[in-house]
């Protein structure tokens, strides 16, 4: 099957979009409004996106609580979401007027970072603590601006729970990392295995 974007005529009862990227790591955002309120919201359009310097990015339809926190105070956390988190994470999805904290809604503990003043999830097994280097909108292929809003952080502080650290290394099946799927699903990332990049004669 083919079919344009600009139709969406895919056929399915689902738009599988979604379902094609993935899996996608998920962005469990914390951050502090200007008026001291504290928020906490899971994003799973999140990534990675360098390593020198640690540059992460999160994004959403629209300005939500996360981004509007984060361009008033030029700060966020990133908490590493595992799977005994996971239907904490969910219920901080849930659409609470903005000053409520997701944080006393989900049964999580909202402790202060190191560096930043942005609030991290107690019972994360990792936490990036970040500071906004831009907030951009792209643009579509008619030069408009979309809906979207996209907000990159260098990374400035990181916490790790040494109960996930084995051998020098980050152990996937202690720490259970979840993933967006399609949908309304999920995957667990605890079944790893290793692969050596090939060797060629440029290196």
């Known amino acids: 099957m083919f079919y344009t974007t600009e139709s969406n005529r895919h056929g399915l009862a689902h738009d599988p979009f979604k379902a094609i990227v993935s899996p996608r790591p998920i962005g469990w955002i914390g951050s502090k409004g200007r008026d001291g309120s504290i928020n906490l919201a899971p994003y799973s359009f999140f990534n990675a996106v360098a390593d020198r310097p640690k540059l992460v990015m999160f994004s959403s339809a629209g300005r939500k609580h996360s981004q509007r926190n984060a361009a008033e105070t030029g700060v966020f956390t990133c908490n590493f979401v595992s799977r005994d988190l996971a239907e904490k994470m969910n219920l901080s999805s ?110």
Not at 109 to 124: F, M
């Open 94 to 203: 849930a659409a609470l007027p903005y000053g409520d904290s997701e944080f006393d809604f989900a049964g999580l503990t909202a402790k202060p970072a190191e560096l930043i003043d942005a609030p991290y999830v107690g019972e994360a097994f990792a936490v990036l603590e970040c500071k906004v280097t831009e907030i951009i909108e792209p643009k579509t292929l008619s030069g408009e601006p979309s809906e979207n809003v996209l907000v990159f952080g260098e990374v400035v502080g990181i916490r790790i729970d040494e109960a996930i650290v084995r051998d020098g290394r980050l152990d996937m099946s202690i720490a259970r990392p979840l993933a967006r799927m399609g949908y309304m699903d999920y995957s667990e990332g605890s079944e790893v295995f290793e692969m050596v990049r090939p060797k060629t004669q440029q290196g």
